[in-house]
């Protein structure tokens, strides 16, 4: 389909965003000039929109936001930079070079986020260009880390497990490259490549996003059973592998998931996605280029927050679906095979890999990588990699694993973790091994309340009411964002919180252990006061009553706590 008719195939009328890129000139814009303007640490509206495509958000400091308003100074402008890795894997040399972009450039530390990529956070507007071209020239990229794309292809975090995961691995890093925008834009203003001249104008770059790309972000996920550390049923696209006796027999196909909402409006939901099929490792490709195009042609321009692949099915239909996109391929997919998910966190600790290498997997508390009184973690982890010739890997549940790691290295690395206190978390409470939380405050401008900076505290306290229930070493699924959007998957968590107000949250209860469903609301609004007490009487009761083998989130349920969530629109009844 050519470019001219890529927005949607109705006549509705399309959003600002879908102005500003259709004008953009393939993600131009004016950026260049806005980067070199002395005038201010910002950058305007619409260019902050194409910023996103580039792997970066303007954000300000709220910590001192009122502060500078009253000494009629601008807001504190800086910038969030995203660098992605298709499945998270990345060089001992990578790693040292996004240590030292944070240490200079950024605010010090390094976050793993739950797609398997890192944020650096606090970079001004004028180290831009120079932060991203220290990336790239470490062969990684921000490009199509944020924006209305594919965004990181996430995969189980060791490809060393077996022959199977290697493999998967590898279809993951050919999805996310055949999935890159084509545009030049990038290249030009931040790596200096010579502008496309102008007669060029006109000729399509972008044969899979068009003019005007995706309507919202799309999220691709590969799980390999029994683990779903990716979520999923959480991805507007996943692939579940199907293994047998260590061969790779294709994938089974599910479609439309997606987390973010919005309070008090019943119109946008969570949804986990839906099995269409299976099919062989070599369709995978065409598979995820037809559904991203279907995306691209049907979803929603005119209301951003009705953008989302899980809305253009639902609105038509899976089965309509299933036959769009089988018309595209020009073949059938096949029934889907059998396949169980036992859990989607991480498994802790050393482990030795099909490839006869070591990998081990550490605990990192929602996935911030800094020094501070307590842990020398970002020292600890500079250490290793100076030492390691192997790799790193990120996971989705934010934390490392130091793998591919020789017997002669193993004792050395070894003496480093001990060294500088870094943990497999088996010390630690299994609610707390099983954490995420998104940055929320102070440097997201959609937060609402805290989430990485007091989740922490508040498992603190409820690890008080664990120990007392016995419950301490009970893998426990717990999730805060600072807001609905959903950054750190807090619907399918067994116990999740989500920002209201500040130091308020609503509280949820009931998703599946495997991240194979949604939560319910259990309190709406609610303080530390009321959470400890409500949680108290639950985690007592689940100590007492639970069945053998049950996971909390199923208690939930079968207590009447609240009611079974089958589906998204289920979700606010």
Not at 29 to 53: C, Q
Not at 216 to 231: M, W
Not at 412 to 440: F, H, P, W
Request: include cysteine.
């Amino acid at each position: 389909m050519s470019d001219n008719n890529l927005l949607s195939p109705n006549s509705a009328p399309h959003s600002d965003v879908e102005a500003i890129k259709k004008r953009s000139d393939y993600l131009r814009g004016t950026l260049t000039e806005s980067l070199v303007d002395p005038i201010t640490g910002s950058i305007s509206e619409d260019d902050n929109r194409l910023m996103k495509f580039h792997g970066s958000y303007m954000q300000d400091d709220r910590d001192v936001r009122n502060e500078r308003n009253k000494q009629k100074l601008e807001p504190a402008f800086q910038f969030m930079v995203r660098v992605r890795a298709a499945g998270g894997i990345v060089t001992p040399e990578q790693w040292l070079m996004m240590d030292r972009v944070a240490q200079q450039y950024a605010n010090g530390t390094i976050r793993l986020t739950t797609r398997q990529s890192f944020q650096l956070h606090g970079v001004i507007k004028w180290s831009m260009k120079t932060v991203i071209q220290q990336v790239n020239e470490d062969l990684l990229t921000t490009l199509a880390a944020c924006g209305d794309v594919n965004r990181n292809v996430m995969c189980n975090p060791n490809p060393y497990q077996s022959e199977v995961h290697e493999q998967v691995y590898e279809w993951a890093v050919k999805l996310s490259n055949h999935l890159d925008p084509h545009t030049r834009a990038y290249h030009e203003i931040w790596l200096d490549e010579e502008k496309v001249i102008d007669s060029l104008a006109g000729v399509e770059q972008e044969p899979i996003y068009g003019p005007v790309y995706l309507p919202r972000k799309f999220k691709i996920g590969i799980a390999v059973p029994p683990a779903n550390e990716v979520d999923v049923f959480s991805q507007d696209l996943g692939y579940i592998a199907i293994h047998e006796n260590g061969k790779l027999l294709g994938f089974n196909v599910v479609v439309g998931g997606g987390m973010g909402m919005s309070h008090g409006d019943p119109k946008t939901y969570p949804q986990v996605a839906r099995t269409i099929g299976f099919i062989k490792p070599e369709q995978m490709i065409e598979l995820g280029e037809k559904t991203v195009m279907i995306q691209r042609d049907y979803g929603d321009r005119a209301v951003r927050k009705h953008a989302r692949f899980k809305y253009t099915i639902d609105d038509r239909g899976l089965e309509w679906f299933i036959e769009e996109l089988q018309q595209r391929l020009g073949w059938k997919l096949e029934e889907a095979r059998p396949y169980t998910f036992d859990h989607n966190g991480d498994r802790y600790g050393w482990v030795k890999g099909s490839n006869n290498k070591w990998h081990f997997t550490m605990f990192i508390q929602n996935g911030r990588v800094k020094d501070d009184a307590e842990l020398q973690l970002l020292t600890g982890l500079r250490e290793i990699a100076k030492v390691h010739n192997g790799d790193f890997r990120l996971t989705p549940n934010q934390n490392l694993i130091i793998g591919n790691v020789s017997s002669q290295k193993k004792k050395k690395i070894e003496q480093l973790i001990e060294t500088y206190g870094l943990t497999d978390g088996s010390a630690l409470s299994g609610m707390r091994r099983n954490s995420l939380a998104c940055v929320a405050l102070p440097t997201c401008g959609l937060a609402m309340a805290e989430s990485e900076r007091y989740l922490p505290t508040l498992i603190d306290k409820l690890e008080l009411i664990l120990d007392e229930a016995g419950l301490r070493q009970e893998e426990i699924v717990i999730r805060m964002t600072g807001c609905p959007n959903g950054c750190a998957r807090p619907m399918l968590a067994e116990v999740s919180f989500i920002g209201k107000a500040p130091g308020k949250y609503n509280l949820y209860l009931g998703g599946g252990y495997a991240g194979q469903r949604l939560n319910k609301l259990y309190r709406e609004n609610i303080g530390e006061t009321e959470i400890l007490s409500e949680l108290k009487l639950i985690l007592n009761r689940f100590a007492k009553e639970r069945e053998d083998g049950e996971h909390f989130g199923d208690f939930c349920i079968r207590a009447g706590y609240v009611k079974e969530v089958r589906d998204g629109m289920d979700f606010h009844g």
